[in-house]
């Protein structure tokens, strides 16, 4: 048994000098593992401990069948696995042995399961893959041991990945907080400050809360989590930050045709939600074309295919609204809101009856999909950030429409003065369906971006309508540069108000402070001019 005890020893010495995924000798681990056949409790804690910071691949194999009762001992001590069919194995070479008499399982315990547990999660630090060796780190930064560190030592000693690299060096600063060593917790705790991860926190909390008898360690403590609670506080500003301007591109794919019709026509069009909705639906049978007809090496170009085909299907059932209804209720907006509001829920329920009422999932192109983290906590997801350029790429387009082409030109005469266009020759009629189609296009490509950050469902543009609305309105009537500025700073502010007053209540006081901006200022923060927009 000394020998044993030796050798297992002998062993824990030798492993900080091995690479990781370098696998002990036969003759070295076969010593380790008969190690777990000790009729001492010691002598079983010790083996299961050398084998879980030996590194080798075959310890994973050998602890899992300790736990799962197939490990065995032959009756010249030769430690076999047994496998299907009641064969058994060599549990050092693998090779196929056939005992003389049945052997002798080795049984385990509670505790003894637990301490294999931690074994095998130490032995992942070796794994081939990173994500492993992550999840390993982590795991022991949750579950922090001092003697977890000589195993982190090893594996940080041959890291190469960085992200990998930084959590197993904060794991093996939280196992150092409890060395016995007040300098060894100083040095630990000026590590852990740099992190923002709850874990730390919890930690150097429980040091300042009593844990912790040297004075110095606890005023580290207290000044690291000084410095914690700052980074968090400007992570959160990002994470605000950037969640307001991914809502503020969504308010803005969604208010910019609202704007546009609005803005030249005066037509107070309450089916725009259903223009976004049938954007979002579009997407979702292109999706479902490019499964069923085209390679799965295509699948990812299906999205790019979703925004003309949005466009053009939107637009045209604009076109189709405004020559048959709507064209003949210009001057009567209650007339107008009404009979919108009745078109709005007629395409609701077309839409429940071809697709049904559940929501329709539409995934996300592989390129859109994860995202990359800035700071800790603070991550940039592929497809938020592609919606806010895609946002502003339809707005620069819109503008070049407006600015350089004759459909632009007359939109803007008309919009100005629609009776002296109509006497320059200008078709307002014709003017009036092209616009209103454009306005229902791009809020048909507002519902591609939306179908990229939730599920398509027949109320999808219910949910934006009002606040499109309230966009337009604040930033003025026919303004993109104020739908921008009212869109943007819209969902920023929302952003930052719910936190503290939650997302209801948040969206009440924006609309709150809304009316009172329009009595001071009723044509929005950006208007037009024109003798008819003054009149």
Known sequence: MRLIRALVILGLLLVPLMGRAANLPDAELAKLVTGLAGDGFDDKIAAIDALGTSGDARAVAILKALTDGKLAASDDKQMLIEGAGGKFTDAVTGAPVTPGAEPERIHVNNRLRGLIDGALSRLTLYSADPGDRLSAATEALHHPSLGAVPSLDKALATEQDKGVAAALKLARAAGLLQSPDAAVRLAAVDELAASTDSEVRGLLGELVGGHESDPKVIAAAKTALAKIERQLAYIEIGINLFQGLSLGSVLLLAAMGL????????????????????????????????????????????????????????????????????????????????????????????????????????????????????????????????????????????????????LGLHMRAVTQNRKMAAIMGIPTDKVDALTFGLGSGIAGMAGVALSQIGNVSPNLGTIYIIDSFMVVVFGGVGSLVGTLAGAMGLGVVNKFLEPFAGAVLGKILVLVAIIIFIQFRPRGLFALKGRSVEA
């Open 259 to 406: 704007a546009v019709t609005f803005g030249v026509m005066g037509v107070i069009n309450m089916a725009h939600g259903e223009m976004i909705m049938l954007g979002a639906y579009t997407t979702f049978v292109v999706q479902e074309i490019f499964r069923a007809f085209l390679p799965a090496g295509l699948f990812d170009l299906y999205l790019v295919v979703s925004v003309p085909a949005a466009f053009l299907v939107a637009g045209a059932v604009g076109v189709a609204l405004e020559r048959t209804i709507i064209r003949f209720l210009y001057g009567r907006p209650l007339e107008t809101l009404l009979a919108t509001w009745g078109i709005s829920l007629m395409l609701q329920q077309l839409v429940r009856s071809i697709f049904g009422a559940p929501n329709k999932e539409v995934a996300n192109p592989s390129w859109m999909t994860g995202g990359f983290q800035i700071l800790g906590g603070f991550t940039v997801t592929w497809n938020r950030l592609v919606i806010i350029a895609f946002g502003f790429v339809v707005l620069g387009a819109l503008v070049l429409v407006l600015r350089r082409t004759n």
